[in-house]
């Protein structure tokens, strides 16, 4: 009933940059927040960053992109961005977006999941 849409993952080298993006649609009465976690075979799952929708928003890093990576949000467009400089290596792996929200009034908020989008930060 959520549906998320991610786009702007790619081929990049070390040290470049790419900019996630990550459009929430359907049934939403409010989003609680929006962030993205990674993951990739053998791997453990990480979140790598969130920013709330209420108030001025709240936003967490990962230890491992802090000073790096870069959320921010579009509330009106139901929309979180992720900038993601002076990537890594480590940094490959499959990014999903995921949007936790209320789909009516008064309901218990859930977690949607986007579909992923690879980012390869490779020679």
């Known amino acids: ?45 990480e979140l790598v960053a969130f920013i709330t929708f209420v108030g001025s928003g709240y936003i967490n890093y990962a230890d491992s992109v802090k000073g790096r990576f870069t959320i921010s949000r579009d509330n009106a467009k139901n929309t979180v961005y992720l900038q993601m400089n002076s990537l890594k290596p480590e940094d490959t792996d499959v990014y999903y977006c995921y949007c936790t929200s209320q789909q009516t009034r008064g309901a218990d908020a859930y977690q949607y999941w986007g579909q992923g989008t690879q980012v390869t930060v490779s020679h």
Do not use: H, N, T
């Open 1 to 45: 009933q959520v549906q998320l849409v991610e786009s702007g993952g790619g081929l990049v080298q070390p040290g470049g940059s790419l900019r996630l993006s990550c459009a929430a649609s359907g049934s939403i009465f409010s989003i609680v927040a929006m962030g993205w976690y990674r993951q990739a075979p053998g791997k453990e799952r």
